[in-house]
Nanobody, 124 residues
């Protein structure tokens, strides 16, 4: 059974930090790209950051560049999203998802698997 399980969300004050985890199972992790998405109330879902586990390449949305860092490793089959200098506009449900294509192509290809999300709330 394929699973993507997010954790690490919570309430934090503006300027603070959180580290999200995405634990994957049921598929060949190293062959997949993992993308962190977020969806704020009333807004469309947006891709935040991406990491290609096959070559280690990564990318970030302009809105989080320089504040968020995506990484893969430490615990087996887990991707992390370190979020620093959080702002109220970062408040959203954060999802991780997996695709068999790289970071350049997932927006056209779509995602193969999705997690259920973890809520991040940043207070001002």
């Amino acid at each position: 059974e394929v699973q993507l399980v997010e954790s690490g969300g919570g309430l934090v004050q503006a300027g603070g930090s959180l580290k999200l985890s995405c634990a994957a199972s049921g598929f060949t992790f190293d062959d997949y790209t993992i993308v962190w998405f977020r969806q704020a109330p009333g807004k469309e879902r947006e891709g935040v950051s991406c990491i290609n586990n096959s070559d280690g390449s990564s990318s970030y949305a302009d809105s989080v560049k320089g504040r968020f860092t995506i990484s893969s490793g430490n615990a087996k089959n887990t991707v992390y999203l370190q979020m620093n200098r959080l702002q109220p506009e970062d408040t959203a449900v954060y999802f991780c998802a997996a695709a068999v294509v790289g970071c350049t192509y997932y927006q056209d290809y779509g995602m193969d698997y999705w997690g259920k999300g973890t809520l991040v709330t940043v207070s001002s």
